[in-house]
């Protein structure tokens, strides 16, 4: 059997490429797709501590877990296309996105 | 009598307030009128009090907030000590609505400012009870603010943020040190209720420790040094002058900053006695250096408003002399004096405050020889800086003469004449910056660096404004028993007190 | 029955003023018939008074009726009181002030006669001036006194500078009177505030300042006598100021701005002559201390000195008669100082020499107040004759003049008889009494100190000297070739102006002879165990007239008189001697200290720019810079500060999420850290 700790490495890592990519990233789509990593990365610890612990409440969040991470990019993107619909553009730096802040 | 004068004092121009707040549009020229009978209601309910049979009898108290935990009241009381202050006020306040009958920009917020101001002066004239005097006392505060920030010079932003802040920080302290008594109070009473009535809390503090007292009296004694002001929490006050209108002007200098001195009579000597004696050479040091600096501050401004703004300094440092002697001759007069500053104090912001808009500059450098255009304007500027040098007959000298006095028996029995020198050398500036800005603005040869040729003299509504003023500092500065009978009982009962020998 | 309407005496011209200034604008000569009926119904009253009084049983024991004013509350009440007090020294007082007003005013009306709107002004200030006077005369007690000193203050102020503005000779002008009536309120404000520090004193150590109380013997031996002896220094600091002595002497001759009517009222005749009279009336004090009346004798006598040398040399009618003037006030000064330093020596002896001292000391306060009164005629008169000069050429200029007598006859006339009244010719008032003030001097230094026998040296030179100058004025104003301005003169002045010369003149030469009739007993001072009393003492008469003519000292003062007028009239009436000669053209160094007053305007502006600006522009700084600084800090600080944090609010999402990653990771970090140093896990 594989070692838990491979399992969380893993997700430690795939946490890490996310956050990373989601604080420095310009452009948001790939902030979003990097959103979707770091819920990825919980969801491997969900899954390997619920095969571990033999709790079947693991994998129950998981499916959960992907349900909301589908409706928020969904929601995301909708709002992303909307905004290069109206300013040109998916960069979070550029002065078109960033003037729809209030 | 069954009229509740007292609240009537306060409720009356709130209402004058509130209607002329509402008179914008094509009504608001007649925001004067409506003003000046609201404010002319008040002055006759002041004199009823000023001269009532019994003026304990008027006192009211409503319940306020009530829980089982802390008791407020909307307690008015009024003695020897506010009533001269009530009547100033109210007399301060029709003045300046008769003198500001030509304000032209927005005339219904401008009396609407002023009587809301007048509401909250006469609050904290009248308040028997902590809560509401702190309250009262930060009502003064908001007119004034928009008064100087509405109708300001050109640095009026700066001079109307500066005021507040610096008189609300000082108001803060002072609301730490109320806080502290109260539950001081209840502690010793042990009734488990926060009461801040007067009543309540002076007797029980009388039995605080006196490291109590005097940590509370050095943080009540910021709060009000500050509103007096006094060196060196004065640079507010020259700024709020230049920047204020003509009508803020007076009442900030003619009743507002009385508010300090009262408040240190009303709450830091009455009711923390052991304070007062402990910080007494504090509170001394402080008037000298307030007296001489201010004196000093004068010469050199070039400013007329400022010029006067600093001699305030000068003079209220002398009311706070007088208080600083705890004896009976220095609170007596020192409150003569508050009375007395507040009619010279408002004769000289109407004057030099109409320099500006009558010939353009306030600036002393640029003027010279106006006396012989403005004739009016000469003689009024002329009795009120001689009465605020103290001239004997005018009622200045009966404020600097007796308070003198009075420190004079202090140093002397404290071994320190030479402290006496402080005194006389502002006597002496005192009359020299006077003389000089005399000299300078109104006599010599006629200015040619500003375009006199629109240069008018006092006005008819003006004129009446001043020349009330100045049959009251003449009819005070030959007889001022006048004003001491009121003072002399309750200098006496505090005297009874034990709170100055 | 006359005596309870003392209060009166001030008060009608009170209301003479408020009558002028509300509505004597639309009444002829705009008020001026007001001031003079004013004067006129104060002077009958103040005579009926005297009269009443100087007859009555209570003489010489003053008149005193007062009520009680305010009090200053503490442990013992210091009540203050509002009265009258009537004496020997009130009445003569009273009396020449109202009367000199009188004619003044009557005077005023020809002198101010083109000044238009302005004469409204001049007569409700001269007004207000006179019931600054009588006040003071009819005060009972100090604080009162001092109230109508500093309104006699104001007045002379406001007269002194009633041209600063629109002055009719321009600009230059009014700036210089603008200038001279500041330094003139400035420097006797000086005096003012040391006098009211010695109230002060006296106040506390007596409880009242009451004359009837202070000056009660019981009383005064049971104060402190260190404090009282540095109250009276105190007061006579009042006196230096108000009376132009030494060193508070030059305010006067820049008074000179103001009209010459005024000049002639108050710094001549009656305002100078307060201090003067401050000193007479509190005499009882006074003469506590020998040290302090040898103050006030040096004092005068060196006041009378300078005064006079810088007399010599001036241009100007109206300077020289203003020396003149502090130069006589030091004389009155001398004598009552000599004399009360003679009666403080021989009241702390024993027997009939101590007694002996006294009643020749009580001659100084004589002396000093018959001075006060010949002054007041004699100069009161010069300076009328000198505004009928400048009236009928329109300058001050010596120079510019001469030759005038032929155009002015009467002008010129009196005007000789009051020189030789000053220069005290025999026979003329100032003959007398300044003889009496020269042997009281000689008397206290050969009986007291060396000091007084300096002061007689000085005294004695002053009477050359007065001798010279104010015939140097005359001839130089009447007679001798006709300068530019003569050549436009108008000729003798209008009668309003001549009629009060002429009666001046009668008193300035005969008012001297007064001391013959018992004007000695008036304001005599006598020195009884339990009281002193001014007045009632034993007239002289004759015995006056045999004691001057029979002193060799008399006859060294009259050769010195004439030998000065004879100088005089050498060099400028008769032009053979040249003035020139003596000051090497005006370039000695003696010449130009004389012209620039002996440095005091320049030491006076030095004090005043050094220590008043000066000192303000550094305490201005201060206040901008540090303590406004200070607050100005405090303030950027914390808006600063909350500057630097608004930073942080970048408004990236990005930010904010590296900033709660990091948080998290620190919070975990030492989560686990904790957790093991307490040894958990």
Redesign the interface.
């Known amino acids: 059997m594989i070692p838990i700790e491979y399992y969380l490495v893993l997700g430690a890592i795939l946490f890490a490429i996310g ?1 990373y990519g ?3 990233k310009s452009n948001a789509i790939v ?1 979003l797709m990097c959103i979707e990593l770091m819920l990825n990365a919980a969801n491997i610890n969900f899954v390997a501590f619920g095969a571990f612990t033999t709790d079947i409440m693991g994998q129950v969040f998981v499916i959960m877990s992907i349900s909301v991470a589908a409706a928020e990019v969904a929601v995301g993107i909708a709002i992303l296309l909307n905004a290069y619909k109206m300013r040109k553009t998916t960069e ?1 730096d550029d002065e078109q996105l ?1 003037t729809l ?1 209030w | 009598m069954d009229i509740p004068i007292l609240s009537l004092l306060i409720v009356v121009p709130l209402i004058g307030a509130i209607a002329t707040l509402f008179m914008g549009g094509e009504k608001q020229k007649y925001a004067k009128v409506v003003a000046g009978v609201f404010s002319a209601i008040t002055l006759v309910l002041a004199l009823l009090v000023l001269f009532a049979d019994d003026m304990g009898a008027l006192a009211e108290s409503y319940a306020w907030i009530q829980t089982s935990a802390i008791a407020i009241s909307f307690t008015l009381a009024v003695d020897g000590l506010s009533v001269l202050m009530v009547f100033l006020t109210a007399l301060l306040v029709l003045l300046v609505v008769i003198l500001s009958a030509e304000e032209e920009d927005r005339p219904n917020y401008f009396h609407a400012l002023l009587l809301a101001m007048e509401v909250g002066l006469m609050g904290v004239y009248m308040a028997a009870d902590y809560f509401l005097f702190y309250v009262m006392w930060e009502v003064t505060l908001i007119p004034m603010y928009f008064m100087i920030s509405w109708y300001g010079g050109p640095r009026r932003h700066y001079a109307a943020i500066k005021f507040f802040i610096y008189t609300h920080v000082a108001s803060l302290v002072m609301l730490i040190g109320i806080f502290a008594m109260a539950f001081e109070a209840a502690q010793i009473t042990g009734t488990g209720v926060v009461d801040f009535a007067f009543s309540v809390i002076n007797p029980a503090i009388a039995g605080a420790s006196e490291m109590f007292q005097v940590l509370v009296f050095a943080l009540l004694f910021f709060g009000f040094a500050v509103k007096m002001p006094v060196v060196p929490f004065h640079t507010w006050l020259p700024d709020a002058h230049t920047e204020a209108p003509t009508g803020g002007s007076v009442l900030l200098a003619g009743v507002m900053l009385k508010m300090g001195s009262y408040g240190i009579i009303r709450i830091c000597l009455e009711a923390l006695p052991l304070g007062a004696e402990y910080w007494q050479w504090v509170v001394i040091a402080i008037a000298l250096l307030s007296i001489v600096y201010g004196a000093y501050g004068c010469i050199a401004q070039t400013d007329l408003k400022k010029m006067v703004a600093f001699s305030s300094i000068s003079h209220m440092g002398m009311v706070m002399l007088g208080i600083g002697c705890l004896s009976e001759a220095g609170v007596t007069f020192a409150i003569f004096q508050m009375f007395a500053h507040g009619l010279i104090t408002a004769i000289l912001f109407m004057v030099c405050g109409m320099t500006g808009h009558k010939v353009g500059t306030r600036e002393i450098p640029l003027l010279g020889g106006l006396a012989g255009r403005m004739p009016m304007y000469a003689l009024f500027m002329m009795i009120g800086f001689m009465a605020s040098l103290g001239l004997p007959g005018l009622v200045g000298f009966w404020g600097e003469f007796p308070v003198i006095f009075a420190f004079y028996e202090f140093v002397i029995a404290n071994d320190a004449l030479w402290l006496i020198l402080f005194c006389l050398l502002s006597l002496m500036l005192t009359a020299g910056y006077y003389l000089w800005a005399m000299q300078r603005t109104l006599f010599g040869p006629e200015t040619t660096k500003i375009d006199l040729t629109h240069a008018h003299d006092v006005s008819k509504t003006e004129g009446i404004a001043l020349a009330v003023l100045v049959v009251l500092v003449a009819f005070f500065g030959v007889w001022p028993d006048a004003a001491l009978s009121f003072i002399e009982p309750y200098v006496s009962a505090l005297a009874n007190m034990g709170v100055v020998i | 029955m006359f005596i309870e309407y003392t209060w009166l005496v001030p008060l009608v011209p009170m209301i003479c003023f408020l009558l002028i200034g509300l509505i004597g604008r639309k009444t002829p000569e705009k008020g001026g018939y007001f001031a003079i009926a004013g004067a006129l119904i104060s002077f009958v009253i103040a005579a009926l008074i005297s009269y009443e009084y100087l007859t009555g049983d209570t003489y010489p024991n003053p008149v005193v009726e007062s009520i009680q004013w305010f009090v200053i509350p503490g442990s013992t009440d210091f009540v203050i009181n509002l009265g009258y007090y009537v004496d020997g020294l009130t009445c003569l007082m009273m009396l020449f002030a109202s009367f000199i007003s009188t004619l003044i005013f009557i005077y005023s009306i020809g002198y101010m006669g083109d000044q238009g709107e302005r004469k409204n002004r001049y007569y409700a200030e001269v007004s207000l001036f006179l019931t600054g006077m009588l006040g003071l005369v009819v005060s009972s007690n100090f604080l009162e006194m001092f109230i109508f000193w500093e309104v006699m203050g104001l007045c002379s102020y406001l007269l002194i500078g009633f041209w600063s503005f629109r002055h009719p000779e321009g600009d230059a002008a009014s700036a210089n009177a603008a200038s001279a009536a500041k330094k003139a309120f400035l420097v006797t404000r000086l005096g003012d505030v040391c006098l009211m520090a010695g109230l002060f004193i006296l106040l506390g150590e007596f409880h009242s300042l009451d004359y009837s109380t202070l000056f009660d013997p019981a009383n005064i031996a049971a104060v402190d006598s260190d404090m009282l002896t540095l109250a009276m220094f105190l007061i006579f600091g009042g006196v230096i100021g108000k009376s132009a002595q030494f060193p508070l002497h030059d305010w006067l001759p820049d008074a000179m701005a103001g009209p010459t009517t005024v000049s002639s009222l108050i710094h001549a005749a009656t305002m100078v002559k307060a201090g003067v009279y401050l000193v007479a009336r509190g005499y009882p004090l006074f003469i506590q201390n020998a040290e302090v009346m040898l103050f006030v004798g040096v004092i005068g006598g060196v006041t009378a000195f300078i005064a006079a040398t810088m007399a010599l040399n001036n241009m100007n009618i109206k300077k020289v008669l203003a020396y003149s003037t502090i130069s006589q006030l030091g004389y009155m000064i001398l004598a009552l100082g000599a004399g009360g330093y003679l009666v403080a020596l021989g009241m702390g002896m024993e027997g009939a020499e101590g007694a002996a001292l006294i009643t020749a000391g009580s001659a100084g306060m004589v002396a000093g107040c018959f001075h006060m009164m010949n002054h007041a005629f004699f100069k009161a008169l010069l300076f009328m004759c000198s505004g009928s000069v400048i009236h009928a050429v329109g300058t001050e200029d010596m120079r510019e003049m001469g030759g005038l007598g032929k155009h002015m006859k009467i002008t010129s006339l009196t005007m000789l008889i009051g020189s030789l009244s000053i220069a005290g010719f025999p026979f003329f008032s100032g003959f007398w009494s300044k003889d009496l003030v020269l042997e009281i001097a000689m008397e206290a230094g050969h009986d007291g100190t060396v000091w007084f026998t300096v002061m007689w040296i000085l005294a004695i030179i002053t009477a050359f000297m007065t001798a010279f100058y104010m015939f140097r004025m005359w001839f130089m104003t009447f007679m001798g070739e006709e300068g530019h301005a003569t050549q436009h003169c108008h000729g003798e002045s209008p009668k309003t102006m001549t009629f009060p010369l002429i009666v001046l003149a009668v008193l300035a030469f005969g008012s001297g002879f007064l001391i013959l009739f018992g004007l000695d007993a008036m304001v005599s001072f006598t020195v009884t165990p339990d009281a002193f009393i001014v007045g009632g003492g034993e007239a002289g008469g004759f015995h006056h007239f045999e004691h001057i003519f029979t002193s060799p000292y008399t006859y060294l003062t009259i050769v010195l008189a004439l030998v000065g007028i004879g100088i005089a009239y050498l060099m400028y009436a008769k032009k053979t001697m040249n003035p020139g000669a003596f000051n090497k053209d005006g370039e000695s160094w003696l010449y130009k200290a004389l012209t620039k007053r002996w440095w005091f305007p320049d030491l006076y502006n030095q004090i005043s720019w050094k220590l008043g600006y000066g000192v303000a522009r550094g305490v201005n700084f201060i206040d901008r810079q540090i303590v406004d600084g200070t607050v100005n800090g405090l303030s950027g600080a914390v808006v600063g500060g909350g500057d630097a944090l608004s930073k942080v609010q970048s408004g990236h999402v990005q930010d904010y999420s590296s900033i709660v990653l990091l948080g998290i990771s620190v919070i975990s970090v030492l989560f686990i850290v904790i957790a093991k140093v307490m040894g958990g896990i």
Do not use: G, I
Request: no cysteine; charged share 25%.
């Open positions: 956050a989601a604080m420095t902030v979070l960033r802040r």
